[in-house]
């Protein structure tokens, strides 16, 4: 396989519900030399993945030759891959994730059911509950709660230890983020084994861990994931992990999430992989083994692109639209003149309107996602 100089042919997909745009550049950087494809995102009677059949069909013209249908794509030419897709998206507003359980400290059963109350529609009679995303809950005994002298953590503790001090006579360590943390109740490791091997026989093969104040203090929902991670789970999202801030709420509702989609986009991305002879990765410290495979990155709900291995279902919930935003972001603000740019964004499944305007990026934490 010849070495890759740099120069490679450079492809771009857009992967909707609908239909999958592909772009490829020979490695000239110029527009004018830019390939287009269009094709059908579900079409299982001519190919199985439309991303891998634009990728085919681009290499083809680039190369000259026909290359056969079915057969591993060799990436040897290829310097890169960037792919933005709805996926996601489309599987959250469809509700066709994977079956998945919530994991909550015990007395917290209900509170996505909950919520935070709030009423966006505060005159509207007949008020529809968001679903959850989970089928089953499971309280795991263990208790932690925050003291009342957080500026201070170490104002009544007798040990050096920078993550252990603990006062005498109190069951008291210091949290990631500095705060005083009681521990009421450590969890059981039997215990919490006897409860997610209940979940595993019933065929749950996905779970979201959140516990109270898992954000400054991991320790048990570390230990819950060690054990999921013993009894075969084949996915376990921990909210400490994938969003290490205050609030259970929200940390649940994004465990969930993760929990929920990352299965079906782990399940598409390697089908994805499975048609290319060279593999894909990224040339990294982190990924030194990759060798000659072409880089191979997604679009994140950020707006930022992330490496194949990475790609997760809480950050692919708005790739697309993101990618979207950025698009017409380069391409059709004028700094000069200042005026905002409205986007919108339709697609065969779900439709995008965003508003880009003082030359920056507005990133929020939370946001709904209706159908």
């Known amino acids: 396989m010849a070495a890759r100089q740099g120069n490679g042919i450079r492809i771009a997909i857009d992967r909707g519900g609908t239909f999958t745009d592909c772009v490829g550049n ?6 004018e030399d830019d390939i287009i494809i269009k094709l059908l995102s579900e079409d299982p009677s001519n190919y ?42 489309n599987a959250l507003l469809e509700r066709k994730g994977e079956r998945m359980a919530l994991v909550v400290t015990k007395g ?25 995303l989970y089928e089953k809950v ?13 500026e201070d953590p170490t ?9 252990d001090q603990t006062p005498a006579g109190a069951k008291i360590v210091r949290g990631l983020s500095s705060e005083a943390v009681r521990i009421l109740q450590t969890p059981s490791e039997d215990a919490v084994r006897d409860q997610l091997q209940g979940l595993y ?29 013993d009894i075969g789970f084949s996915h376990i999202s921990l909210s400490h992990e994938l969003m290490p801030m205050i609030k259970l709420i ?46 191979c990155e997604f679009m994140q709900s950020d707006g930022g692109l992330v490496d194949v291995s990475e790609f997760s279902g809480l950050r692919a919930i708005l790739s697309g639209p993101a990618g979207g935003v950025v698009g017409y972001a380069l391409t059709s603000y004028d700094p000069k003149t200042n005026i905002p740019v409205i986007g919108f964004d339709m697609g065969g499944t779900s439709t995008d309107v965003s508003r880009y305007g003082s ?13």
């Open 201 to 229: 026989d019933e065929g749950f093969r996905s779970i979201a861990v959140c516990l109270m104040h898992g954000y400054t203090f991991p320790d048990h929902e570390a230990l819950v994931g060690r054990v999921a991670r």
């Open 138 to 150: 499971v309280e795991i005994d263990e208790r932690v709660t925050l003291e009342d002298y957080a």
């Open 250 to 295: 929200p940390r649940a509702t994004s465990a969930c999430a993760d929990a929920y989609l990352t299965p079906t986009i782990k399940k598409y991305i390697s089908s994805f992989q499975a048609g290319f002879q060279g593999g894909l990765g990224v040339k990294s410290v982190k990924n030194s083994s990759a060798g000659d495979a072409a880089r």
């Open 359 to 371: 030359g920056r990026y507005e990133h929020v934490f939370e946001t709904p996602l209706r159908a």
């Open 108 to 132: 917290f059963k209900d509170c996505l059911r909950i919520g935070n109350q709030s009423r966006p529609k505060i005159f509207d009679l007949a008020i529809r509950r968001p679903d959850v």
């Open 48 to 89: 199985s993945d439309a991303p891998l059949e634009g990728i085919r069909r681009l290499l083809s013209k680039f190369e000259g030759r026909e290359i056969p249908r079915g057969e591993p794509i060799d990436t040897s030419g290829i310097e890169s891959i960037r792919m933005g897709t709805t996926v996601a998206t």
């Open 26 to 31: 020979p490695g000239t950087g110029r527009m």
């Open 155 to 163: 104002r009544y503790v007798t040990s050096t230890s920078p993550r």
